[in-house]
């Protein structure tokens, strides 16, 4: 039955586990702020308010309300000192080593392997224009239980049947899943 206690549904931060194949476990250890210079973060609304209140300034963001796995590549948005842009221009230009993907939450009402598969077409997509850039699929974050029971697609049952198809996706050298 539904509860209202406030850590009712939660997940563990991060999401669940990936597959033991690409479990590979990193060693979490404190970086400078500068290793965010040559970083890109690409995502929906999450990463549009990580952008303005992460305090990563010195990151670059191609982030906005609704953005998603079919329409990344086909608009154009202010990535910061790049100007408007789209995805693609500003991955050939060659400047990031690091590149930060969460999408996949607002699909969701899509079928399942539509998303899936253009999930993955994004990541390819991704190394083909930034062929020597570690590109790391960031787990979709969580709702709260009454959150999730409001829309039937957005269940945290969904959300963690997305994020382990993400994880699949890494293979622990040059994608990663955090």
Do not use: W
């Amino acid at each position: 039955a539904p509860t209202d206690d406030p850590n009712s549904g939660q997940n563990n931060p991060g999401g669940d586990e990936p597959p033991a194949e690409n479990n590979t476990p990193l060693t979490p250890h404190p970086v400078d702020r500068s290793y965010f210079d040559d970083a890109l973060f690409v995502g929906d609304s999450r990463t549009l308010g990580m952008s303005q209140y992460g305090g990563l300034d010195n990151a670059t963001f191609f982030a906005d309300v609704g953005l998603t796995v079919f329409n990344a590549f086909d608009v154009s948005l202010n990535a910061g000192n790049y100007g408007s842009v789209t995805l693609s221009q500003l991955l050939s230009s060659g400047n990031f080593t690091k590149v930060y993907l969460m999408l996949g939450i607002n699909e969701l009402g899509y079928p399942f392997e539509s998303l899936t598969n253009q999930y993955l077409s994004v990541v390819n997509k991704i190394r083909e224009l930034e062929p020597d850039a570690k590109i790391i699929l960031m787990a979709n974050l969580s709702l709260t239980y009454n959150a999730s029971v409001r829309t039937s697609y957005l269940s945290l049952d969904n959300i963690k049947k997305l994020n382990n198809t993400i994880a699949s996706y890494a293979n622990g050298t040059d994608i990663l899943y955090l």
